[in-house]
């Protein structure tokens, strides 16, 4: 069972706290400051227990879209870990943070890459975890949530580098992006060992009061591929001040995100 020991709400959503302590706990005050830098970080608590629920201590995880590096908590619960990261600036935050994990914990082997996964890939591995981008949402979304006047220099510096690499799929046009993900769903499964899992964490977006499925699209792809789904489960988001803004001139607003679990096949 995912998340055995956390709360549920009336419709079995599970009820992660805010990890912000939890991820100072075991980071420098500079990278703290540097965690700021990225819009869309996974939930730590959401991420440990997807590594409790689907591998064991000596799986090999691969995480296509680094981000920060949340998925490197993997290291500190005795999973070796691959993890790519197109972006410099993230990249960065990635070694510098495994670097402080290796003089202050006993930690697994990590292995950082920085590149375009589409060239990458397929990676041996156990297990891949991940929480995908969107397609032209990701930055109009983080502004949002970030709070525009709150953005340091730093921050615009951040953002603008997912709007201008033109490698990254989260700038692609829809029907490109779903070419182009299925493009990484196909070159993750090669490499994926029978009997591993695929593990996506995505959420629905509202657009112009309508909500935009990325769930079902997604389940679709990995199906059609080859994997088996043999688990759905969602989380309540704590959600973020453009929600709660948006809430309160009552419009409609994603609350719940998704956590689909998948099979390669023996």
């Not at 020991?5 to 980071?27: A, C, M, N, Q, V």
């Not at 988001?237 to 689909?260: H, R, W, Y």
């Amino acid at each position: 069972m995912l998340a055995p020991d956390y709360p549920r709400e009336e419709h079995g959503w599970i009820l992660f706290p805010r990890d912000t302590k939890h991820r100072h706990s075991i980071l420098t005050p500079d990278l703290r400051e540097k965690m700021k830098l990225h819009p869309a970080k996974m939930n730590m608590f959401l991420t440990e227990e997807i590594i409790r629920y689907v591998s064991k201590p000596g799986d090999t995880i691969l995480e296509p879209f680094g981000g920060v590096g949340t998925t490197m908590v993997a290291a500190l619960e005795g999973r070796d870990i691959i993890i790519l990261e197109l972006e410099a600036i993230y990249h960065s935050i990635i070694k510098d943070t495994y670097e402080h994990w290796k003089a202050t914990y006993p930690v697994s082997y990590v292995t950082i890459l920085q590149g375009d996964n589409r060239q990458l890939l397929p990676l041996p591995c156990d297990h891949v975890i991940t929480s995908p981008p969107y397609a032209q949402t990701l930055v109009a979304n983080a502004r949002g949530s970030t709070g525009t006047s709150e953005l340091t220099a730093a921050h615009r510096e951040a953002l603008e580098a997912y709007r201008g690499s033109g490698l990254n799929i989260g700038n692609l046009n829809p029907f490109i992006y779903s070419k182009q993900m299925d493009k990484v769903y196909d070159l993750l499964i090669q490499g994926i060992r029978p009997g591993g899992t695929m593990s996506i964490v995505i959420k629905d977006q509202m657009q112009a009061g309508k909500r935009i499925l990325h769930s079902l699209p997604c389940m679709r792809s990995i199906t059609r591929l080859g994997m088996e789904m043999f688990d759905w489960q969602k989380w309540k988001t704590p959600g973020t001040a453009f929600a709660a803004l948006q809430k309160s001139k009552g419009n409609a607003v994603v609350e719940d995100e998704d956590i689909i679990f998948f099979r390669k096949p023996i």
